[in-house]
């Protein structure tokens, strides 16, 4: 089934522990990104990219990385977790390139909690 | 800056139409998407309006005024289904597909 595959489903951390939230996708799209929503504040920005090899910061990057080696993943890093990271992570992708429409495909998501 | 604005909850009830509105301001603008979320899935896409005007697509249509900062979904039949929160995103130029999320409408329809 073609579409955007997040991992893991729901995660409960440590504060100050490494954490890679995973995001696959097999629709060949350009761009990826990440994003996180929290209650009140809707969707934001964290990383994105254009395409492999090139990544970008959004609106709130602090304290996460991103790399994107190839076309079809988009790993998020959080090197050492606080309680203020806890939320849901979307990844999402687009295929701007062709369309230009900026339809955003997103992942099911992943819980985080950092305790 | 950067703002969206949308109202947080609506209640309707079936086979009402109910029309969710959301006001814009930010640095550029070429675009504006609905999204419908699910509690507990993933946004989906409605609609994508570049030009002024109304889009219908089956029961949901959306209408942008570019010269007021201004669009609405409208939901015609509502079904229970339609119980969702409904986002409301600008995208800054023609060429990115960095939106900016409003903070979404709970849409609750009773029977």
């Known amino acids: 089934i073609a579409g955007i595959t997040q991992a893991p489903t729901s995660q409960i951390l440590a504060a100050g522990r490494r954490m890679t939230l995973r995001c696959t996708q097999d629709m060949r799209h350009n761009a990826m990104y990440w994003y996180r929503q929290d209650l009140g504040l809707g969707l934001r920005l964290i990383h994105y990219s254009n395409t492999a090899g090139t990544t970008g910061k959004g609106e709130v990057p602090d304290g996460y990385s991103v790399s994107r080696a190839n076309t079809d993943d988009f790993p998020l890093t959080l090197a050492s977790a606080v309680p203020s990271q806890t939320s849901v992570y979307f990844c999402?992708?687009?295929?701007?390139?062709?369309?230009?429409?900026?339809?955003?495909?997103f992942g099911e998501g992943s819980r985080l909690t950092v305790l | 800056g950067q703002n969206i604005d949308q109202p947080t909850e609506m209640t309707a009830t079936e086979g009402a139409i109910v029309q969710i509105n959301c006001t814009y301001q930010t640095s550029g603008f070429n675009g504006l998407f609905w999204y419908q979320q699910h509690a507990g899935e993933a946004p989906t896409f409605l609609s994508y309006?570049?030009?002024?005007g109304l889009e219908e697509k089956g029961r949901f249509s959306s209408f942008l005024s570019r010269s007021k900062g201004y669009s609405y979904l409208l939901l015609k039949e509502l079904q229970m289904k339609d119980s969702a929160s409904y986002l409301c995103a600008a995208q800054p130029s023609y060429n990115t597909d960095k939106l900016i999320f409003g903070t979404g409408t709970r849409l609750q329809v009773f029977p």
């Open positions: 999402a992708s687009s295929d701007s390139y062709s369309l230009n429409t900026g339809e955003l495909f």
């Open positions: 309006n570049v030009l002024d």
